[in-house]
């Protein structure tokens, strides 16, 4: 299974660093794919990785605020954001699909998912 962490609440202008831990399976087959959610609005795609880290995709949002990153030795995925707006303000799940195409940004595609880190960014 998944596990985020490094939530938390923080001012605009700030960062935060999630990080997403693989349990009881190896990540490193995997495409990891960061989502959020706010209430009454659908789950969207953030950022996603490639299996051997060899490709990265954002959403357009997140394109040169966020960084996403892995450690496959370390079962580990990051999203670093930067520069935090109060619309960044959502529940923050990581999530794996197979490896082929490392674009994932719909849901539907996931194989697992984490239970989600609550990131609130105050003006």
């Known amino acids: 299974h998944l596990q985020e962490s490094g939530g938390g609440s923080v001012q605009a202008g700030e960062s935060l660093k999630l990080t997403c831990g693989g349990y009881g399976n190896t990540m490193s087959y995997f495409t990891i794919g960061w989502f959020r959610q706010v209430p009454g609005k659908a789950r969207e795609g953030v950022a996603s990785?490639?299996?051997?880290?060899?490709?990265?995709h954002y959403a357009e949002f997140a394109e040169g605020r966020f960084t996403i990153s892995r450690d496959n030795g370390q079962n580990r995925v990051w999203l670093q954001m930067n520069n935090l707006k109060p619309e960044d303000t959502a529940v923050y799940y990581c999530?794996?699909?197979?490896?082929?195409?490392?674009?994932?940004?719909?849901?539907?595609?996931?194989?697992?998912w984490g239970r989600g880190t609550q990131v609130t960014v105050s003006s």
């Open positions: 999530a794996a699909k197979g490896p082929y195409n490392s674009r994932f940004f719909d849901p539907t595609d996931a194989e697992f």
């Open positions: 990785i490639a299996s051997s880290a060899e490709a990265t």
